[in-house]
C-alpha cells in the first residue's frame, strides 16, 4: 500500500505541484502533503479492497455511484485532533472516471461536521513581541512539553525566546512560561476557522493519469477530491489553504519584530510546521527540528524532513533521520528527549498513590498490581480489539490485577466509557478497571505502577527508562516502537502473550536480549541543556560524553509529586 501511495504523490507532484503558492512561495502540495497523503492514502486502501473482491475480479468495469451521495466524508475517530477524511465509494469510482452530475464534493456528515474548535488564544499581541533569538511552535501539547525545556535551559543561559502557540484546542494549549526571558505569544485562534474555495485545485477534466494495480486515476478529478480538504477549516492539524496564506503573514510579522537567529520546531511535517520552516529559511533563519515522539519506518505519513538541524532521541533513529532529511546541509544529532529530562525526578510513591485512589474510587477495592494501558487515538474497534487482549491476559495472569486505562492527550475519557462493557457480552466483575484523567494520562502515573501496556505511545519508552515493565500489545502485523527488539519491552500478539509476560515478572530469567536503551533514548536529564547549547553554537558542536548508567539527577526545579504537568 504506501509504494501505492508514494507513486500516487509522485504523479501528483509531477501533475500539479505547481498549480498555487503562497505569496511566500510555497507550494500549496509541499505545505499540505501530510493532508493530502492521508486522503490518497484512505483512496489506495479501498481501490485494494476492491482489486481482491471477488464479484468486481470476476467481471471488472464501470462502478456506478449512489445518488446524490458526497464524494468525500468522515470517518469516526477517538481522536480529538484530526479529522479522518475519507474518499467514500461514489468518490473512488468518480476518480476512475464516472460521471457525476449530482453528486457534491462533500458529503453530508461532512457538510454538517462541527467547525474546529476556536478556543480564545492568549499571550502576546504583535506590538508586544519582544527581539528573541529564538521563535518556537507549538500547536499540541506534547510540542509544548518538548521545546519549552530547551526555551528554559536557553533562559539560563541568559538568551530570551517566543513561544508561538497555535494550538486550537484548548487541552493542548501552553500555560505561560514561568522561565524569565521566555514569552508566550499567540496569534487569533479563529484564523483557523477560515474555509473557502482554491480556484487553482478545481481543474477541468483532461487525460492524466495514474495507475494503481489494474485501476485508471484521473489526475485532475484526484485533485478536486484533495481540493475538499484544503477547502475546509481544520484545525490547527489540518489548516485550510486560506489559513495557511494567512498564517504565512502572520509569521512574516512575528519574524520581522523579534528578528531571531534560529526557528525551534517538533514538527516540521505537517502544514503548520513545514510553512513555518519555510518562512524561516526565506529569513535566512537556521532551523532545528527537536523529534517528539518515537519513529517507525512505516508509521510515518510523509518521510521528510526540512530542518537543518533534526535531534533525534536514539541512535536507531540516526538512519530514518539521514533517509529523511530534505536540507541539503541537514545535520542529525543524538541528544534525547527534553520531555524525559524531569523523569529523574518523579515521586513514585505519589504516582502510586494516586492510581490507587483512583482504582478505589471507580471499583469496590484497590487490586495488588497496577497495570496502565497508555492509548493511542485509533478507532474505536482497533481499541476495542486491544483492550480485549489486555483484559482477557490480565484475567488469566496470576496475581491480583487491576487496568487503569491512560487517554492520549488527543482522546477524550468518552472514547473508553463502553470498552469493557456491551449489550451482548456478560460484564466482568472481576477485572477492575479504572480511567485516568486525560490531563493526567499515563506520563503522570506510569511510575507507579507493576506494568505499562501500549502499542506505540511513547510511554513505552520513558516506562523503559524507569525500569517499568513495558508490553507492546497488538496482533501480528500492528506496529508498535520496537522496543522488544531492544530487550526493553514484552510483544505481546495475543491475550495469552500478556500472561505469559505477566508471569515472567514474577519469574524473572535473564533476557534473551539485553537491555539496551541508549538505541532507544538517550537519557540522563540534560537532553534541553544539549539541545540549547547546539541551537546557541550550532557550528561547534562538542561530542557528548557516553550515556552513564544511571541517569544523573534531574535539575533541581524540575517538578516532582504526581508526575509530569501536562503543559
Known amino acids: 500500500m504506501d509504494e501505492h501511495v508514494s507513486q500516487v504523490m509522485e504523479a501528483l507532484e509531477t501533475y500539479g505541484a505547481h498549480l498555487t503558492a503562497t505569496p511566500g512561495g510555497v507550494g500549496w502540495l509541499h505545505v499540505q502533503h501530510v493532508p493530502a497523503r492521508r486522503l490518497v492514502g484512505q483512496l489506495v486502501r479501498k481501490l485494494m479492497a476492491l482489486s481482491t473482491w471477488e464479484p468486481f475480479g470476476n467481471a471488472p468495469g464501470a462502478m456506478a455511484l449512489a445518488p446524490y451521495e458526497g464524494l468525500v466524508g468522515v470517518r469516526s475517530s477517538s481522536s480529538r485532533e484530526y479529522r479522518s477524511y475519507t ?139 484533495i481540493s475538499v480538504v484544503l477547502e475546509t477549516a481544520g484545525g490547527c492539524t489540518q489548516p485550510s489553504w486560506r489559513t495557511i496564506v494567512e498564517i504565512e503573514r502572520r509569521l512574516d510579522e512575528v519574524l520581522n519584530a523579534t528578528r531571531p537567529r534560529t526557528m525551534l520546531v517538533s514538527n516540521d511535517t505537517s502544514p503548520l510546521g513545514a510553512l513555518a520552516v519555510h518562512a524561516a529559511e526565506r529569513h535566512g533563519l537556521n532551523t532545528v527540528h527537536v523529534q517528539h515522539g518515537a519513529w517507525t519506518a512505516e508509521a510515518v505519513a510523509w518521510p521528510a524532513l526540512h530542518s537543518r538541524h533534526v535531534v533525534v532521541m536514539g541512535e536507531r533513529d540516526v538512519p530514518l533521520a539521514k533517509a ?14 527534553p520531555r524525559f529530562d524531569c523523569l529523574t525526578g518523579l515521586d513514585r510513591a505519589a504516582q502510586r498513590s494516586y492510581l490507587e485512589r483512583l482504582m478505589a474510587t471507580a471499583n469496590d477495592r484497590v487490586p495488588s498490581r497496577i497495570m496502565v494501558w497508555a492509548c493511542q487515538p485509533f478507532s474505536h474497534d482497533r481499541l476495542r480489539a486491544q483492550a480485549n487482549l489486555i483484559a482477557e491476559g490480565l484475567r488469566r495472569a496470576d496475581g491480583d490485577w487491576g487496568l487503569v486505562v491512560a487517554p492520549h492527550p488527543a482522546q477524550g475519557a468518552e472514547a473508553f ?32 505502577v507493576d506494568a505499562l501496556a501500549s502499542a506505540y505511545s511513547t510511554c513505552g519508552i520513558e ?78 558542536v562538542t561530542p557528548l560524553d557516553p550515556v552513564p548508567a544511571e541517569p544523573s539527577a534531574a535539575d533541581s526545579a524540575q517538578p516532582r509529586g504526581e508526575g509530569v504537568p501536562a503543559r
Open 87 to 225: 474518499v467514500t465509494w461514489s468518490g473512488v469510482a468518480f476518480v476512475l472516471g464516472a460521471s457525476a452530475p449530482h453528486n457534491p464534493l462533500r458529503s453530508a456528515q461532512l457538510r454538517n461536521v462541527p467547525s474546529a474548535r476556536s478556543d480564545a488564544g492568549s499571550g502576546l499581541v504583535p506590538s508586544a513581541w519582544p527581539r528573541s533569538e529564538v521563535v518556537a511552535l507549538s500547536w499540541s501539547s506534547r510540542h509544548a512539553a518538548t521545546v519549552l525545556p530547551v526555551l528554559e535551559a536557553l533562559s539560563r543561559e541568559g538568551g530570551r525566546s517566543l513561544l508561538l502557540d497555535l494550538a486550537t484546542d484548548g487541552a493542548d494549549r501552553c500555560t505561560a512560561p514561568d522561565a524569565e526571558g521566555v514569552s508566550l505569544g499567540a496569534l487569533p485562534a479563529d484564523l483557523f476557522s477560515v474555509s473557502g474555495t482554491v480556484d487553482g485545485l478545481h481543474l477541468p477534466d483532461d487525460d492524466r493519469i495514474v495507475r494503481v494495480k489494474q485501476h485508471t486515476v484521473y489526475l485532475a478529478r484526484l485533485v478536486r477530491l
Open 324 to 337: 529523511w532529511a530534505r536540507h541539503p546541509r541537514a545535520e542529525v544529532h543524538v541528544l534525547g528527549q
Open 417 to 448: 466509557s463502553s470498552l469493557f462493557t456491551h449489550a451482548d457480552e456478560p460484564c466482568d466483575d472481576e477485572l477492575r478497571v479504572a480511567v485516568a484523567d486525560p490531563q493526567v494520562g499515563a506520563r503522570r502515573c506510569m511510575a507507579g
Open 463 to 540: 516506562a523503559a527508562l524507569l525500569h517499568v515493565p513495558v508490553l507492546e500489545i497488538g496482533v501480528s502485523g500492528e506496529r508498535t516502537l520496537g522496543l522488544a527488539d531492544h530487550g526493553l519491552a514484552h510483544r505481546c500478539h495475543s491475550a495469552d502473550d500478556v500472561t505469559a509476560a505477566l508471569t515472567a515478572l514474577a519469574c524473572p530469567d535473564r533476557p534473551d536480549v539485553q537491555p539496551m536503551p541508549d538505541a532507544v533514548c538517550r537519557w540522563r536529564g540534560d537532553s534541553a541543556a544539549a539541545i540549547a547549547r547546539l541551537i546557541l553554537s550550532p557550528d561547534r
